[in-house]
């Protein structure tokens, strides 16, 4: 059974930075892509990036683009997700989610879910 923990999260000026890290265990980590979503309060859940078997491909959420960054590093069997100039809007419960095979921007095609940590982005 896959398991995902997540860490990193806090409360941030607009315009700071935090790392995110998800860590991966109970199956092979490299037959798994793995994502990043976000929930706000009363919002759905949103796709904000994913990451491809052995880390050749990202995809990004527009919202994101040029601030975020997803790795993975297989060694450590984890995936991170640095975030530079947040913004109030990117407050939100960051999940993180694995599914075998092609990375996805829906989740409804991930199985696995982390608890989500918690990010703050004060105006």
């Known amino acids: 059974q896959v398991q995902l923990v997540e860490s990193g999260g806090g409360l941030v000026p607009t315009g700071g930075s935090l790392r995110l ?3 991966f265990s109970g199956r092979t980590f490299s037959s798994y892509s793995l994502g990043w979503f976000r929930q706000a309060p009363g919002k759905e859940r ?18 994101v683009k040029g601030r975020f960054t997803i790795s993975r590093d297989i060694g450590k069997n984890t995936v991170s997700l640095q975030m530079i100039s947040l913004k109030p809007e990117d407050t939100a419960v960051y999940l993180c989610a694995a599914r075998q095979g092609r990375p996805s921007m829906s989740p409804d095609d991930y199985g696995y879910w982390g608890q989500g ?6 105006s």
Do not use: M, N, P
């Open 21 to 23: 890290s998800c860590a």
């Open 46 to 63: 949103e796709f904000v990036a994913c990451i491809s078997l052995f880390g050749v491909s990202t995809y990004y959420a527009d919202s």
């Open 117 to 122: 940590t918690q990010v703050t982005v004060s």
